[in-house]
């Protein structure tokens, strides 16, 4: 299928955005995903393909539109045209019965509450004008707020167009989740960054973020709770305005409850007080809200927030210990973090006997010396902090901690590298360097070599059958077979998927080597455009830069690295022993070389298949110029039914698109060439 005409062009576009839209909305919205995410991804690339082709087809709400991309001059003022009140707090049962009672008082009758989880990150305003979302902003004082709406576009959670064309505004929450917030902060740990204090800063920082490509790499999410204009929105409690923002099509927590009694709200609270920490979203309280709208009306303002509403917070999940010893590690770029070793003590549901120290800044900072009492709480309900020392219990022999200035492994000096704050070892000989370099190399997204975990890894080093990763491929059974718990099937096995990996694509080798900075993607698109390992190690970081995506730090980390000798003798040994360094996917380049059914069509994989796995056969048609997708239209070329095939070989057979049973993809690959 060759390059589509305008009129195709504008109606396929149509339909990859409605269908896209709503897989998003599925996956980030209701929590439901309907296809598995090389279905999205593969839509996905196809509108891409066609935006490039016709860029005026480019759409506000496209899904294209929320991966970043612009660099903003700064953050203009926004008036806020209804404020965004602050909520007046509760920090127990009495004065929760006391709000009750003025309440109750106020309006002369019993009352509903609508309870609500109080998500812990950044107010944002959302104004949508016929149903297309042109403004997002942040609270700033509650009256002038921060334009934010690029880094909000990339929030996947918001949708960029609503069920129904109306002009509304809405307020929420934009929140960074408990595993993004773990992950952010051990990647920026990693690359010698300040970390985090707690997902609720982790997502304040993401939405001001100027470039906007970082806000849309942090997995921000969103809940909307509240309606500022309604337009012709028609609910007339908080309850139906939650259920109305639903069905248009924004993402509000069901974990809520109306509740008839202040009794019924306090059975809340204290269910979600045990049940917080299992909430993959920080939460620090419980809004209570007067659910009929008339009656908040009646009840009105103070100065800075509504008497018709109150938060409870709960108290902080802290418990005091002593910190009996500092204990430095290294990962496999080099950095040396601290870790606090602690009098066992139980917060938030588990016993803690460490917490991180992140860093040497940290230490200082809190002034932290051996056998301090401190008080510890869980930054995002997860990792274990040091909120601050206990001063007045401090011994009074206590002295200043003295940091390393030698790595704790190999003993070489540690560096301090300009604008980090982490302590670094750079001895590329490093043991502790090695063996996270190598487990790093063997795992699933590098080299994918099954059977070697950390600790046997560890043993292999120890015993001196490996100190680099080329010494891999030289292990033999016998070595194997030296090892605790590794009998002949386990050697065999694992000599196996060593063999195996000799021919993986040198996007994996070039991941594996831990190249600082290069990731899975970036390997990739290194690998496509250079084709080998030999022409990307002699490349220069302006070819580099001005590759795709890929910018001035990446380009003089990968230069960096391909100028040590030592890099050199571990790629000829690499090579020596068999180690594929070629390209294996396809290649601009080499589409007009394609001899093959699949190159140019879009086919769909339905059913079960026998001869390869669904993902093997879909890497081997793209690798032959087609595109796979999970979803049969009018532009799919090719349905490939394997049993029990069901409604997609219905639709494509009713849709007269050309059906082949497995035997027929098979032989189509076997006959196809490069």
Not at 150 to 161: A, D, G
Not at 188 to 200: D, S, T, W
Not at 222 to 229: E, N, R
């Amino acid at each position: 299928m060759g390059q589509l005409n305008l009129t195709e062009a504008t109606q396929r576009a149509a339909e990859l955005r409605q269908e896209l839209n709503h897989y998003s909305y599925e996956y980030y919205v209701k929590d439901r995903p309907s296809v598995e995410d090389y279905v999205y991804d593969k839509l996905y690339a196809e509108l891409v393909a066609i935006e490039t082709d016709y860029p005026d087809l480019v759409t506000e709400d496209s899904p294209t539109q929320r991966v970043g991309g612009k660099i903003l001059p700064g953050f203009e003022k926004v008036t806020h045209d209804v404020p965004l009140y602050s909520l007046n707090d509760v920090f127990s049962k009495e004065e929760l019965i006391a709000f009750d009672a003025r309440v109750q008082k106020a309006v002369g009758q019993p009352v509903t509450y609508e309870c609500e989880l109080k998500i812990d990150g950044l107010s944002i305003s959302l104004k949508y004008e016929n149903g297309r979302f042109v403004q997002g902003a942040t609270r700033g004082d509650g009256t002038v707020g921060e334009n934010i709406t690029e880094n909000l576009k990339t929030v996947k959670s918001i949708p960029l167009t609503l069920t129904e064309p109306i002009s509304i505004e809405v307020r929420g929450e934009c929140y960074m989740p408990k595993a993004s917030f773990v992950k952010l902060n051990q990647q920026r740990e990693e690359a010698g960054q300040e970390i985090f204090a707690n997902p609720r800063n982790a997502a304040a920082g993401s939405l001001r973020q100027l470039d906007t490509r970082v806000a849309a790499s942090r997995n921000l999410s969103t809940f909307l709770y509240t309606v500022a204009d309604f337009g012709p929105m028609t609910a007339t409690t908080q309850e139906t305005a939650l259920q109305e923002l639903d069905q248009l099509g924004f993402r509000v927590n069901q974990d809520r409850k109306l509740c008839q009694t202040i009794a019924e709200v306090w059975d809340y609270i204290e269910m979600y007080h045990e049940k917080r920490t299992q909430l993959p979203y920080e939460i620090d309280g419980i809004v209570i809200k007067v659910n009929e709208f008339d009656l908040q009306d009646e009840l009105g303002f103070t100065v800075k927030a509504p008497r018709w509403a109150a938060a409870y917070k709960f108290p902080p999940e802290e418990a005091e210990t002593i910190v009996e010893n500092i204990e430095w590690t290294i990962g496999r770029t080099g950095v040396v973090t601290p870790t606090a070793v602690m009098k066992p003590v139980r917060v938030a549901g588990t016993t803690v006997s460490r917490a991180s120290l992140h860093n040497v800044d940290f230490i200082k900072m809190k002034d932290i010396h051996l056998n301090d009492p401190v008080i510890i709480y869980k930054a995002g309900d997860i990792i274990p902090e040091v909120a601050k020392v206990i001063l007045d219990k401090r011994p009074a022999d206590s002295v200043p901690y003295e940091i390393p200035t030698h790595c704790p492994v190999c003993d070489s000096e540690l560096v301090h590298l300009e604008d980090e704050v982490a302590l670094r070892c750079i001895n590329p000989k490093c043991p502790a360097l090695l063996k996270e370099g190598l487990n790093h190399f063997v795992s699933r997204n590098a080299m994918n070599i099954d059977g070697l975990g950390p600790r046997v890894l560890e043993q292999m080093y120890d015993k001196g059958l490996v100190k680099d990763v080329a010494d891999l491929y030289k292990v033999t059974e016998e070595n194997l077979l030296t090892l605790d718990k590794i009998k002949e099937k386990s050697a065999n096995n694992i000599l196996s998927a060593i063999a195996a990996s000799k021919d993986n694509s040198v996007e994996r080798l070039i991941f594996g080597l831990g190249i600082r900075h290069v990731g899975a993607k970036v390997a990739k698109i290194l690998a496509e455009h250079f084709g080998n390992l030999d022409s990307l190690s002699q490349s220069d970081a302006e070819t580099i830069v001005n590759l795709e995506t890929i910018g001035q730090i990446i380009a003089d980390s990968v230069v960096t690295y391909f100028s040590n000798e030592e890099v050199h003798e571990l790629l000829a040994e690499l090579k020596a022993v068999g180690v594929n360094f070629e390209y294996k996917g396809l290649r601009t380049a080499d589409l007009v070389e394609v001899s093959s059914p699949f190159k140019d069509r879009t086919v769909v994989l339905t059913g079960k298949l026998t001869h390869y796995t669904r993902e093997e056969a879909k890497e081997k048609i793209e690798t032959l110029g087609g595109k796979v997708t999970g979803s049969v239209s009018k532009k799919t070329d090719i349905v490939v039914a394997g049993e029990e095939a069901g409604s997609k070989l219905t639709k494509a057979q009713s849709l007269g698109v050309t059906v082949w049973d497995e035997a027929q993809m098979v032989e189509a690959l076997d006959n196809s060439s490069l």
